[in-house]
Every structure is written in C-alpha cells, then in structure tokens.
C-alpha cells in the first residue's frame, strides 16, 4: 500500500477507534470493517471528519458468502481524491443492517436493490418498496441458494 494509502487507514481506525474498527486493505484501497450496529455511526464519522471527507458514496454492494451477508460501502474523498472501503457483516438469522440514506442519499437504490436480490432489510429507510423485482416475487435473486434451475417466469 502506497504512504497515502496508509495515511488514509490510519487516519480511519483512529476516527472509528470507539467502534473496534477492523485493519485491511486491497491493492492500494484501504478498507476497515466494524460491526453491523456500528455502521450509521461509522458513515457519518468517515463523512463528517475533516481528515476523511468522504462525501460521496460510489457504491454499497451486498455480497454473500452463503453463511452471512457482506455489506461493502465504497467511499470518496474528493479533496484529496481517494477511496476508502468500509465493510460490515451481516449474519442470515438477522438480516437487518442500519440505512444509510441520512448520511448519503445515493444509498437510496443502493440499499433497495440489496433488499430485493438479497433479502437484507434497511432500519430507517425511507421507502423500501420493490426496485428491481416485481411486487410479490417469491425469494431473492442474489443470494447463492435462489434456485435458478427450478425457476419460472410466469
């Protein structure tokens, strides 16, 4: 990771140090995770601190890893330019993670089309109503367990 890359980690975990961050990176890409109940707080420090700045959300994807759900938050700061990742997990038996649309409205469709594929509800988001999938669809798409081979269109 690059002197800056560092910086910015660093910079992270002692803005989030009352919420036991968690230390990674990818390529040159910091990254630091916290526990799901943390997140809303989480985003609005890594917004709201000067030396972050991350104003902008370039994405929130939902990966699963078939024992529990991953929510990634791809941050920007644009003065200086750079990115920061912040990662929660969700487990299955409790699918529910903070919304995030205070903090960054782009999260608005973000958090719906994790909601649709996946399963994962948002506390606090303002209207969760179907953005991807047709009123009704029986299951979730996204998840690896959707039967795929069984399914019919109607």
């Known amino acids: 990771m690059t002197s800056s890359g560092r910086e910015l980690l660093e910079v992270s975990l002692d803005v989030l140090k009352d919420l ?8 040159d890409i910091p990254q630091v995770s916290v526990e799901k109940v943390h997140t809303l707080e989480a985003c609005r420090l890594i917004k ?3 030396r972050i700045s991350a104003k902008m959300l370039l994405c929130l994807a939902c990966v699963d890893y078939s024992e529990y759900f991953q929510m990634v938050y791809v941050l920007q700061s644009l003065e200086p330019e750079r990115t920061l990742v912040l990662r929660t997990d969700v487990p299955y038996s409790d699918a529910t993670v903070p919304s995030v649309t205070s903090v960054w409205r782009a999260a608005d469709w973000y958090e719906r089309e994790a909601h649709d594929l996946f399963g994962v509800d948002f506390d606090g988001h303002p209207d969760m109503a179907p953005l991807l999938l047709y009123e ?4 979730f798409p996204g998840r690896k ?10």
């Not at 961050?21 to 390529?27: E, F, M, S, T």
């Not at 009704?136 to 299951?139: A, L, R, V």
Request: no cysteine; charged share 30%; aromatic share 20%.
């Open 48 to 50: 709201d601190d000067p």
């Open 136 to 139: 009704g669809f029986e299951g």
């Open 145 to 154: 367990e959707f039967p795929f081979n069984e399914y019919q269109e109607f």
């Open 20 to 27: 036991a961050p968690q230390a990674g990176a990818l390529d």
